[in-house]
C-alpha cells in the first residue's frame, strides 16, 4: 500500500532526512520517503499493518519532529 501525506512543521532539509531515516526503521515499512520542499511524505506498507504501522509513524514523528504535523492526501 503506498500512501501520502502532506507534512508540515520541518523545519530544514536535514531535518527532513533525518525523519526519513527514522521512519525507514519501521518494522513492517517498505520504504518512506519525505520531500522538505514539496511538503509530501510517501509510505509504503502492507495493507494488513496499516493500524499498526501509522500508530509507530506518529510516534516517530513526535520524537524527531514534535511541530510536525501531517495529513492524509
Known amino acids: ?7 508540515k512543521g520541518i523545519d530544514c532539509a536535514n531535518c527532513a532526512a533525518e525523519l526519513e531515516r527514522a521512519l525507514q526503521k519501521i518494522e513492517g515499512m517498505e520504504s518512506a520517503s519525505i520531500s522538505f520542499i514539496t511538503e509530501k511524505m510517501v509510505l509504503e ?18 520524537k524527531e519532529e514534535p511541530d510536525a504535523t501531517i495529513e492524509r492526501m
Open 45 to 62: 506498507f502492507a495493507d494488513e499493518i496499516e493500524d499498526d504501522i501509522m500508530e509507530k509513524v506518529k510516534k516517530v514523528i513526535k
Open 1 to 7: 500500500m503506498k500512501v501520502k501525506f502532506k507534512i
